[in-house]
């Protein structure tokens, strides 16, 4: 049989004097050809032949061994991989937190904007593993962009979603805690919702005597309208902006919780006039799909507590003494509740009924006429606030059952207490977005500012 050729046989690479093995035709260290040497004759002492190149670069005749595991490359300042949760890669981004102001200094927390000066980044779960973030040295060209949290090998497109399994990623509202002095807010998206459409804003100040005022805004979107997220984030920054104005100028709450909802109503507008989705005329809003949504605030001092809404989020208040009856203090802008009202149907009949949760009052350019309501109470006793979107109290939806499900401890530990309000709602099924506040009353004297 007849046989290749065979090379004559060298000591060592001339590239990287790596020994070769019998019949190597290519160094086994750094892969030079050892057939293509040149003949002892051709060469001068001290002669080294040129090392191989690789896509045009020397290779270094010397070369460092293969790692353990790649290091990831310095993130990039903006963008794709950035080292945060990947939830903090949606549209909305959470700078750090803001110094505390000084003492008589509004101050505030606001999911519908950058403001946000306590924010948890966890997961609905709690699980914050799989998250991908970083760079991947193995991308095409080095780039730097987060991998997918579901399969871990797509990256992740501008809108959040995986280019290789499709999987949305998590945006920084799917879940998110806030706490001041005297106040915590905490929303999730729950377990059925791709998107969380509720927003908050919390904030704490003086009045003009110097006595404490603490204020929750709630909003929920309207799934059915356009840009629901962005309604309610915006209605939520506008009346929080409002009352943190008026309350330390000495505006009687109700009066500014009144102008707040306008407010709030006139930031909602604005997004369907910024889109063109609305006509100029009224008539023509009326006909388009806007964006909206429902409210829902609280004002609370060291005497009285108001309560201002549009929709059907709710307010409870729920005293420390459990012997004492809570109340809830809002009334519903809905079909159910007006069915009530009419005697046409009990109360379980009513929210039994598919059409129980159609609203009657939003705010949004669509809607025929804004009617905010009002209410304060001056309770006798010391006790919690609670302020939420119909994602909780689906869940609680009586003021009995808001009271089992608020801890006896609300009043000291609001934090903890919405962070379990919020668990008794994905507990039970987390079909909606849930958001709550919890406002211990009476406000407690203390310095302005975050926590």
């Given at each position: 049989m007849s046989q290749m050729p065979q090379p004559a046989q060298l000591s060592a690479c001339p590239t990287c004097d790596e020994p070769p093995q019998a019949g190597d035709r290519y160094c086994d260290q750094c892969g030079a050809d050892l057939t293509a040497v040149a003949t002892p004759a051709a060469q001068t002492p001290g002669d080294r032949p040129v090392p191989p190149q690789l896509n045009g670069a020397a290779r270094s005749p010397h070369p460092e061994p293969e790692p353990d595991d790649y290091e990831l490359a310095a993130p990039a300042p903006d963008g794709y991989g950035q080292p945060a949760d990947p939830r903090a890669a949606g549209t909305l981004g959470a700078p750090e937190a803001a110094p505390p102001t000084e003492t008589g200094t509004p101050a505030e927390i606001d999911t519908g904007t950058n403001a946000s000066t306590h924010t948890s980044a966890a997961t609905s779960t709690g699980s914050m593993a799989g998250t991908g973030t970083g760079a991947d040295p193995r991308l095409p060209g080095g780039e730097h962009r987060a991998r997918c949290a579901a399969c871990q090998e797509g990256t992740i497109d501008q809108d959040g979603y995986c280019e290789r399994c499709g999987h949305a990623q998590a945006r920084e509202r799917d879940h998110m805690e806030s706490e001041l002095e005297g106040i915590a807010a905490a929303t999730d998206r729950g377990l059925r919702h791709h998107r969380n459409e509720d927003a908050y804003a919390v904030s704490t100040a003086e009045l003009p005597d110097g006595s404490p005022v603490v204020v929750a805004v709630v909003c929920d979107g309207v799934s059915s309208a356009t840009r629901p997220d962005e309604a309610s984030a915006a209605a939520a920054h506008a009346a929080g902006e409002a009352l943190r104005a008026s309350l330390p100028r000495g505006a009687h709450p109700q009066q500014a919780m009144n102008e707040a909802i306008v407010a709030a109503a006139e930031a909602v507008n604005s997004l369907a006039m910024e889109t063109g989705a609305a006509a100029a005329h009224p008539e023509g809003?009326?006909?388009?799909?806007?964006?909206?949504?429902?409210?829902?605030?609280?004002?609370?001092?060291?005497?009285?507590?108001?309560?201002?809404?549009?929709?059907?989020?709710?307010?409870?208040?729920?005293?420390?003494?459990?012997?004492a009856p809570p109340a809830r203090l809002t009334e519903d802008d809905s079909w159910a509740a007006q069915m009530v009202a009419a005697g046409l149907m009990s109360e379980a009949e009513a929210y039994?009924?598919?059409?129980?949760?159609?609203?009657?009052?939003?705010?949004?350019?669509?809607?025929?006429?804004?009617?905010?309501?009002?209410?304060?109470?001056?309770?006798?006793?010391?006790?919690?606030?609670?302020?939420c979107t119909d994602g909780l109290w689906n869940y609680a939806e009586s003021a009995e059952q808001m009271a089992r499900a608020v801890p006896p401890d609300a009043r000291s530990r609001p934090l903890n207490s919405a962070q379990i309000l919020v668990g008794h709602a994905l507990d039970g099924g987390g079909h909606d977005n849930v958001t709550v506040a919890v406002v211990p009353f009476p406000a407690a004297p203390g310095r302005a500012g975050s926590a």
């Open positions: 809003q009326r006909h388009q799909n806007a964006p909206a949504c429902t409210i829902v605030s609280a004002v609370v001092t060291s005497d009285i507590l108001t309560i201002g809404w549009v929709g059907d989020s709710r307010a409870y208040w729920v005293p420390d003494d459990r012997t039994a009924d598919e059409r129980a949760h159609a609203i009657t009052g939003w705010l949004g350019a669509d809607a025929y006429e804004l009617e905010p309501h009002t209410a304060s109470y001056k309770p006798d006793r010391p006790g919690v606030v609670v302020v």
